[in-house]
């Protein structure tokens, strides 16, 4: 669930996008989701916050853990253990989150290219559906 939800960082940038069709804000939003330099720097953010994660200390926590429940897992977590060691070791793991990351935001700059393309059109055809719905509220109140 947790890389689920990194990888999908680059789509919270979409949310605003139908709002701002029109905007310059857009415009800059869409460019810089489909600039490979910032496509790189946010992959690199988190390939480096992954990787700190992965070295943080956990066993001064799953002492304290285990000296309120002694029968639990933590009593038998090492004092020097990592996130990593508790997670399994996997030396390339911040990189591949920093490409999925990669991934996600050239996905999420073509989304936003699309989306910015069609903007016009929904919004027109908002604007029909919200007509339409107030004329047939209008005739069911007769």
């Known amino acids: 669930m947790t890389r689920f939800a990194l990888i999908a960082l680059p789509l919270l940038a979409l949310a605003p996008l139908p709002a701002l069709a029109?905007?310059?804000?857009?415009?800059?939003?869409v460019a810089a989701l489909n600039d490979p330099a910032a496509q790189d720097r946010m992959a690199d953010t988190v390939t480096a916050i992954v990787a700190a994660l992965m070295q943080m200390q956990v066993g001064p926590l799953a002492k304290a853990v285990a000296q309120v429940d002694p029968e639990s897992e933590a009593a038998y977590i090492p004092n020097d253990a990592t996130v990593g060691d508790i997670a399994g070791r996997d030396p390339e793991y911040a990189e591949r989150m920093g490409a999925?990351?990669?991934?996600?935001?050239?996905?999420?700059?073509?989304?936003?290219?699309?989306?910015?393309?069609?903007?016009?059109?929904?919004?027109?055809?908002?604007?029909?559906?919200?007509?339409?719905?107030?004329?047939?509220?209008?005739?069911a109140r007769r």
Do not use: F, I, N
């Open 22 to 29: 029109a905007d310059s804000e857009m415009r800059g939003t």
């Open 100 to 139: 999925d990351v990669r991934a996600g935001t050239r996905m999420a700059g073509q989304a936003a290219s699309a989306l910015s393309a069609y903007a016009p059109v929904l919004k027109d055809m908002a604007r029909d559906l919200a007509a339409q719905w107030e004329k047939e509220r209008a005739a």
